[in-house]
């Protein structure tokens, strides 16, 4: 899909991908220091992980396709009094340059794109990534195919992420499978997520 596909899709009030953080993002962020760190929301759509992570002190810049949902993330800061601490960069998640770099804290939840593409980000993500830093990632398991909701087969598993991680310096301390949900037409279903915590060393 190309970005305006995904401006159709965000051109409603309504917030597509709501206005509550990732329970994964929390679990690996919320412990972390964010006072004056700089951070990247790789794909952050509408903003709900930037806006938490920017109300925790982190300066935040969401790097999505969508300028549409950009638009509404920056809205949503300011309606959340955290404007001051949120970036906006309207940019392709392979080929992105970010305004301010190195950062202490990179995530990139659910990116679901072709593998290699994804490969890719990963690995542009990860170059920016400072020493000691840390980096977060949430995707709908490829196990879905067998225990969970189904879905297309070229998503991510341990052992891509494992491949794409190869030769970024980063050290992976959480790869795995986790119970998760899914939003359908039919309400929420079990689905397999993914989950990546991987840092720098100093």
Same mark, same amino acid.
């Given at each position: 899909? %190309?970005?305006? *596909?995904?401006?159709?899709?965000?051109?409603?009030e309504?917030?597509?991908y709501?206005k509550? $953080?990732n329970r994964?993002?929390?679990?690996?962020?919320?412990?972390?220091?964010?006072?004056?760190?700089?951070?990247? %929301?790789l794909?952050?759509?509408?903003?709900?992980n930037?806006v938490?992570l920017?109300?925790?002190?982190?300066?935040? $810049?969401n790097? %999505?396709?969508?300028?549409?949902? =950009?638009?509404?993330? =920056?809205?949503?800061?300011?309606?959340e009094?955290v404007?001051?601490n949120?970036?906006?960069t309207?940019a392709?998640g392979? *080929?992105?340059?970010?305004?301010?770099?190195?950062?202490?804290?990179?995530?990139?939840?659910? !990116?679901?794109?072709?593998?290699?593409?994804?490969?890719?980000a990963?690995?542009?993500?990860?170059?920016?990534?400072?020493?000691?830093?840390?980096?977060?990632?949430?995707?709908h398991?490829? %196990?879905n !195919?067998?225990?969970g909701?189904?879905?297309p087969?070229?998503?991510?598993?341990?052992?891509?992420?494992?491949?794409?991680?190869?030769g *970024?310096?980063l050290?992976?301390?959480?790869?795995?499978?986790r119970?998760g949900?899914?939003?359908?037409?039919?309400?929420?279903?079990?689905s397999?997520? !993914?989950? =990546?915590?991987?840092?720098?060393?100093?």
């Amino acid at each position: 899909m %190309d970005s305006s *596909t995904w401006d159709q899709k965000y051109s409603t009030e309504e917030f597509i991908y709501t206005k509550v $953080e990732n329970r994964f993002v929390v679990e690996f962020c919320k412990d972390l220091d964010g006072t004056n760190k700089k951070s990247i %929301d790789l794909a952050g759509g509408e903003g709900r992980n930037s806006v938490w992570l920017a109300k925790r002190g982190w300066q935040v $810049e969401n790097i %999505d396709f969508s300028q549409i949902a =950009l638009d509404k993330y =920056l809205q949503f800061a300011k309606e959340e009094g955290v404007e001051q601490n949120c970036v906006a960069t309207c940019a392709d998640g392979a *080929t992105f340059a970010p305004k301010s770099t190195p950062v202490e804290l990179a995530v990139i939840a659910y !990116l679901q794109i072709p593998q290699n593409d994804l490969a890719t980000a990963i690995q542009r993500l990860a170059a920016h990534v400072a020493p000691g830093g840390t980096l977060v990632g949430v995707w709908h398991s490829r %196990d879905n !195919l067998a225990a969970g909701f189904g879905g297309p087969s070229d998503r991510p598993s341990v052992a891509s992420i494992t491949e794409a991680l190869q030769g *970024t310096g980063l050290e992976i301390e959480v790869l795995e499978n986790r119970d998760g949900q899914i939003q359908t037409k039919e309400g929420l279903k079990p689905s397999v997520t !993914l989950v =990546l915590l991987a840092k720098r060393p100093l």
